[in-house]
């Protein structure tokens, strides 16, 4: 007993229509709504940027100058401590003030350094590199404002 499909396999008809706004696809409905048109794009005058580079070059420079100076201040109290452990330790093993040892003292004079450091690093980052990023700031939201392209 042969089984034969009741119904021969279903195959669609091409599409009475052409291609639509989205492109040609047998899958669209005729009625599919059209595509709407892309928007144009706005057209500002040209306007020059009020935040100028030598803005953002002057406060690379503050920072970098103060990142600097906190930096060689730390390392380098630290790096005449090791240059003296290493190459002189008769002279931190001397005794100093009441039988402490210099290379005690050189030592833990690394923590107040480092506070030091910090602390003028706050100071000079308040004093003078915050107004520079407060008027790169301003002047960025104005062109963000004014609609100046980048």
Known sequence: MSHEPPHPPYTPPPPPYGPTPYGPT??????QPVAPEPPRPVHHPHREPLGRRDDLRML???CRR?????TLTTLGCFT???LLSAYAPGA????VAGGVPAGLLLALLQ????????????RTARRRVDPLAD???RRAELDARRGVPR
């Open 92 to 95: 931190l093993s001397r005794t």
């Open 135 to 137: 008027r790169v700031r």
């Open 111 to 122: 923590v107040p350094v480092t506070w030091l450091a910090t602390a003028r690093y706050e």
């Open 26 to 31: 047998p899958y669209s409905y005729p009625w």
């Open 66 to 70: 103060q990142r600097g100076t906190a």
């Open 80 to 82: 005449l401590f090791l």
């Open 60 to 62: 690379r420079d503050a």
